[in-house]
Nanobody, 127 residues
Framework: QVQLVESGGGSVQAGGSLRLSCAAS????????MGWFRQVPGKEREGVAV????????YYADSVKGRFTIYQSIAKLMLSLQMNSLKTEDTAMYYC????????????????????WGQGTQVTVSS
């Protein structure tokens, strides 16, 4: 079993930066992909970014490309999301997720690939 705990959320003005972290515990050895999703009340959860462990391959949502960067420690124990040039539309609850396979390029943002989920951390961007 794997547990994921997010941290680093908060409030920031538009144009600012935040760094989210996700600590993995339990048995991260069977994790092959880790990513970030976000959700706004009343809307579906959407994929933000994912990294395929050990490969360096990353996928990003078009809305965050060039502004967000996903990192993972070699031991898979820590996942980070550096968020720069934040916009008000980035306001959401951000969730860390982990999959037991390398998620495919064409459907990396499909929730069903991810078995483990954190509780979420709130990010609020004000104008």
């Amino acid at each position: 079993q794997v547990q994921l705990v997010e941290s680093g959320g908060g409030s920031v003005q538009a144009g600012g930066s935040l760094r989210l972290s996700c600590a993995a515990s339990g048995y991260p050895g069977n994790i092959y992909s880790m990513g970030w999703f976000r959700q706004v009340p009343g809307k579906e959860r959407e994929g933000v970014a994912v990294i395929l462990s050990g490969s360096g391959i990353t996928y990003y949502a078009d809305s965050v490309k060039g502004r967000f960067t996903i990192y993972q420690s070699i031991a898979k124990l820590m996942l980070s999301l550096q968020m720069n040039s934040l916009k008000t539309e980035d306001t959401a609850m951000y969730y860390c997720a982990a999959a037991q396979s390398w998620v495919p390029r064409g459907s990396w943002n499909t929730e069903s690939w991810y078995k483990y989920w954190g509780q979420g951390t709130q990010v609020t961007v004000s104008s």
